[in-house]
């Protein structure tokens, strides 16, 4: 996650994530450790290293509004891949896999946030059949960033 952090850090863009590599942010390696531990992660592997990271499940974080995901959701809380040719369709591939995951428990939907103001994100995910559902605001460094709430529906495809 770091290494991803400081791909975009490298092309001047601390908007997403901010200037802290995550392995700083108070309290994110807990996060993580938990995700771990609840079993909610999904490691992508090439030639023996982590070239990706899903975590998918059925808890939907505070910071999402009230009412934008159905009940039952399974919920992308991250997924990140390696840049450059070593990550090349592993975020396609961890995105099938949560669709995977969610059809496994019997989810309506699959649920993600991520930072509005990327035209590169908005892309990917409406590519995958994510439909921006929300906006809210968080803040960063005191700063407001922008984030959309997308939804994927999974019954009108079963």
């Keep these: 996650m770091d290494s991803v952090h400081a791909w975009l850090i490298a092309r001047d863009r601390p908007e ?7 392995s700083r942010i108070p309290g994110f390696p807990d996060r993580v450790a938990d ?10 592997e ?3 290293r ?9 808890m939907i974080p505070p910071r999402i ?4 995901v159905p009940d039952g959701s399974m919920f992308i809380h991250t ?4 840049r450059g040719p070593a990550g090349h369709g592993v975020g396609a591939a961890l995105l ?6 969610a059809r496994a428990h019997g989810a309506p939907a699959l649920a993600l946030d991520h930072w509005a103001d990327s035209p590169e994100l908005s892309r990917l995910y409406e590519e995958h ?13 005191g700063n407001p960033i922008r984030n959309a709430v997308r939804i994927h529906s999974l019954r009108a495809s079963n």
């Design 16 to 22: 997403q994530w901010g200037t802290v590599p995550f």
């Design 65 to 68: 509004p009230t009412g934008t």
């Design 96 to 101: 099938k896999e949560a669709e995977r995951l």
């Design 46 to 48: 090439r030639d023996s």
């Design 50 to 58: 982590c070239v990706g990271m899903l975590a998918a499940a059925p």
């Design 79 to 82: 997924v990140m891949t390696e």
């Design 129 to 141: 059949g994510y439909i921006k559902v929300a906006e809210y605001t968080d803040e960063q460094a």
């Design 35 to 44: 995700w771990t531990r609840q079993n909610v992660i999904t490691l992508a």
